[in-house]
T-cell receptor
Framework: TQLLEQSPQFLSIQEGENLTVYCNSS?????LQWYRQEPGEGPVLLVTVVTGGEVKKLKRLTFQFGDARKDSSLHITAAQTGDTGLYLC??????????????FGQGTILTVHP | DTEVTQTPKHLVMGMTNKKSLKCEQH?????MYWYKQKAKKPPELMFV???????INESVPSRFSPECPNSSLLNLHLHALQPEDSALYLC??????????????FGSGTRLTVV
């Protein structure tokens, strides 16, 4: 069974601060996806990282995929109240018995205070 | 059209009722999924359909019955549910079931309450 350990589980910060969320596993994934979910809505895809060592930037968000494709991080610079939400990392597999499955981390509930 | 549309948004049903959740996408995606999500927890996979055929059933109780009438539609039929089945039910789609390089597009979900 593949597991993704996501940390921290809860994060409460002031507007303007920086933060990093981590996603770690002992398993190799074909890709790592990051989602953001607001209450009462479905998760929204932020980014997919595929290549080991890959770094992607989305405005104030920076995503990194580990060289061994087992871990990933999300860094937010100068957080805003609009960044509040549940952040989920998810690992995808291209084959084997896990074909078609996403393995989700436990999520990080981020609250940004004004 | 880049959306997954789920109906209804909210559903309250008794334990003896039969109801159905509906999901629709027009992005040409060939894989569709049902997930169950409890509050502040990650989504849990229930079913995967690939090219309109059921490819994964995560040992879901038979009171949940999925159906894929065509490549754009996915239904989840509910019968004799228990209060612990109350949750947000999410539908998602992706271009292919591998999900390797493809992100998933999720619908807004159906908030189900079983009384």
């Amino acid at each position: 069974t593949q597991l993704l350990e996501q940390s921290p589980q809860f994060l409460s910060i002031q507007e303007g601060e920086n933060l990093t969320v981590y996603c770690n596993s002992s398993s190799v994934f074909s890709s790592l996806q990051w989602y953001r979910q607001e209450p009462g809505e479905g998760p929204v895809l932020l980014v997919t990282v595929v290549t080991g060592g890959e770094v992607k930037k989305l405005k104030r968000l920076t995503f990194q995929f580990g060289d061994a494709r087992k871990d990933s991080s999300l860094h937010i610079t100068a957080a805003q109240t609009g960044d509040t939400g549940l952040y989920l990392c998810a690992g995808a597999n291209a084959g084997g018995t896990s074909y078609g499955k996403l393995t989700f981390g436990q999520g990080t509930i981020l609250t940004v205070h004004p | 059209d880049t959306e997954v549309t789920q109906t209804p948004k909210h559903l309250v049903m008794g334990m003896t009722n039969k109801k159905s959740l509906k999901c629709e996408q027009h992005m040409g995606h060939r894989a569709m999924y049902w997930y169950k999500q409890k509050a502040k927890k990650p989504p849990e996979l229930m079913f995967v359909y690939s090219y309109e055929k059921l490819s994964i059933n995560e040992s879901v109780p038979s009171r949940f019955s999925p159906e894929c009438p065509n490549s754009s539609l996915l239904n989840l039929h509910l019968h004799a549910l228990q209060p612990e089945d109350s949750a947000l039910y999410l539908c998602a789609s992706s271009p292919a079931a591998s999900g390797s390089n493809y992100g998933y597009t999720f619908g807004s979900g159906t908030r189900l309450t079983v009384v």
